[in-house]
Nanobody
Framework: VQLVESGGGLVQAGGSLRLSCAASGLTFDDYGIGWFRQAPGDEREGISCTTSSDGSTYYSDSVKDRFTISSDNAKNILYLQMTSLTPEDTAVYYC??????????????WGQGTQVTVSS
């Protein structure tokens, strides 16, 4: 399994970014896949997960109503549309597997991550 994240960058507070995760070696139809992030000095945080098999979607309280997860299953690309960004969203963002009631715990392989920096 290979996961490659992209789309990060520097944005002002209140701005938006869209992250992408290109996956190979797995099929989104069969696996839950989600986004996680890690800020300096913090533990890795699960922020969103989507499971195509049952249509479930999860968000952490910290990003709910601001971030939207989506996927192009034909292309095996996962997206994260981020809006109303704040400096607290500054982190390295990763995609990884996820599933069910423990969706916030990453499963399997990690990509290299993509840096998101939000300036105040």
């Amino acid at each position: 399994v290979q996961l490659v994240e992209s789309g990060g960058g520097l944005v002002q507070a209140g701005g938006s970014l869209r992250l992408s995760c290109a996956a190979s070696g797995l099929t989104f139809d069969d696996y839950g896949i989600g986004w996680f992030r890690q800020a300096p000095g913090d533990e890795r945080e699960g922020i969103s997960c989507t499971t195509s098999s049952d249509g479930s979607t999860y968000y952490s309280d910290s990003v709910k109503d601001r971030f939207t997860i989506s996927s192009d299953n034909a292309k095996n690309i996962l997206y994260l549309q981020m809006t109303s960004l704040t400096p607290e969203d500054t982190a390295v963002y990763y995609c990884a597997g996820c599933y069910g009631s423990s969706w916030y715990l990453p499963l399997g392989s990690w990509g290299q991550g993509t840096q998101v920096t939000v300036s105040s």
